[in-house]
C-alpha cells in the first residue's frame, strides 16, 4: 500500500514538473526612466546592435518588427535592444500577450512632463523619430551607422558582418 503512494507521488510529481517546464513566461518588460535608457545602451557597448523603437498602438506594424527581430534575436543573442514608447503599461503589456513571446526583453520608456524619446536619440546624434517603428543600428561604439525604417537584411548584414 505504501509503496502505491509512493509511486503514485512520483507520477504526479513528473506530470507537474513537465506541465511546469511546458508553460513559457511572459515577455520580461522593464519600466526604464527615459534619462536611463541611454546607460542600459552604454552597457551594450563593444558589439553591433539593433535598436527598435515602437509603440503597440502601432499593432500590424510592431507585430511584423518584433516578429522579424526576434529571429534575429534566437539567432544573435543580445544583438536587439527594444524601447517601447508606450505611455500606458497596461496597455502595453496587454498587447505583449497578443503576440508570441519575444526572446528578448522590452524596455518601456518611463517619461515626466515635456520629455520625449527624441531627448535619448539626440544623445546618441540620432535624428528625431518621425513614424513607429523606427530602426537604429550601432556599431561597437555606439555610433549609429543606419537610422529609420530598415529592412531586415540589411540589419541581419549589418549584425552578421561584425564577425
Do not use: H
Not at 530602426?135 to 549584425?159: K, M
Amino acid at each position: 500500500m505504501m509503496l502505491k503512494k509512493v509511486a503514485i507521488l512520483l507520477v504526479c510529481l513528473v506530470f507537474t514538473s513537465f506541465s511546469l517546464g511546458v508553460q513559457a513566461e511572459d515577455t520580461k518588460v522593464y519600466d526604464v526612466p527615459l534619462t536611463k535608457i541611454l546607460d542600459v545602451i552604454e552597457k551594450t557597448k563593444g558589439t553591433r546592435r539593433v535598436v527598435l523603437i515602437w509603440r503597440s498602438k502601432d499593432k500590424k506594424a510592431s507585430r511584423k518588427l518584433l516578429a522579424e527581430f526576434s529571429d534575429l534575436e534566437n539567432t544573435v543573442p543580445d544583438s536587439i535592444i527594444s524601447i517601447s514608447d508606450d505611455t500606458d503599461p497596461l496597455a502595453l503589456r496587454g498587447y505583449l500577450k497578443t503576440i508570441p513571446i519575444l526572446p528578448f526583453k522590452v524596455l518601456r520608456a518611463q517619461k515626466k512632463t515635456g520629455q520625449n524619446i527624441n531627448l535619448v536619440l539626440r544623445k546618441l546624434g540620432a535624428e528625431p523619430v518621425k513614424g513607429y517603428p523606427a530602426i537604429l543600428l550601432l556599431n561597437e561604439d555606439n555610433t549609429i551607422n543606419a537610422q529609420g525604417r530598415i529592412y531586415i537584411d540589411y540589419a541581419v548584414d549589418f549584425i552578421v558582418s561584425q564577425n
